[in-house]
């Protein structure tokens, strides 16, 4: 079993910045891959970064330049830093990974951006 729990998220005025965090824990040898998606009102759910054991990081193009994810394989963590934030970026953000073929995924985080 696998938890994910997401902090961080919050209303913030366009333009302004935001950092969204996950923590692993539960019973697993390695995380390979650790993800961000988001789900805005009415909308489907959208991978925004993704990040490998190794670093190797993928933006959704609508992110690029302004997002960056990173982790920490000690502690099983994975933050999501959001620059320059727009009403768009306004969603539930969900942390994601896959073990042994199963998705796993945290509770979601508000971030809210408004003026």
């Known amino acids: 079993q696998v938890q994910l729990v997401e902090s961080g998220g919050g209303l913030v005025q366009p333009g302004g910045s935001l950092t969204v965090s996950c923590a692993a824990s539960?019973?697993?040898?390695?995380?390979?891959?650790m993800a961000w998606y988001r789900q805005a009102p009415g909308k489907q759910r959208e991978l925004v970064a993704t990040?490998?054991?190794?670093?190797?990081?993928v933006y959704a193009d609508s992110v690029k330049g302004r997002f960056t994810i990173s982790r920490d394989n000690r502690k099983n963590t994975a933050d999501l830093q959001m620059n320059s934030l727009r009403p768009e970026d306004t969603a539930v953000y969900y942390c994601?990974?896959?073990?042994?073929?199963?998705?796993?995924w945290g509770q979601g985080t508000q971030v809210t951006v408004s003026s």
């Open positions: 539960g019973s697993f040898f390695t995380i390979w891959s």
């Open positions: 994601n990974t896959r073990i042994n073929s199963y998705d796993y």
């Open positions: 990040i490998t054991r190794g670093g190797s990081a």
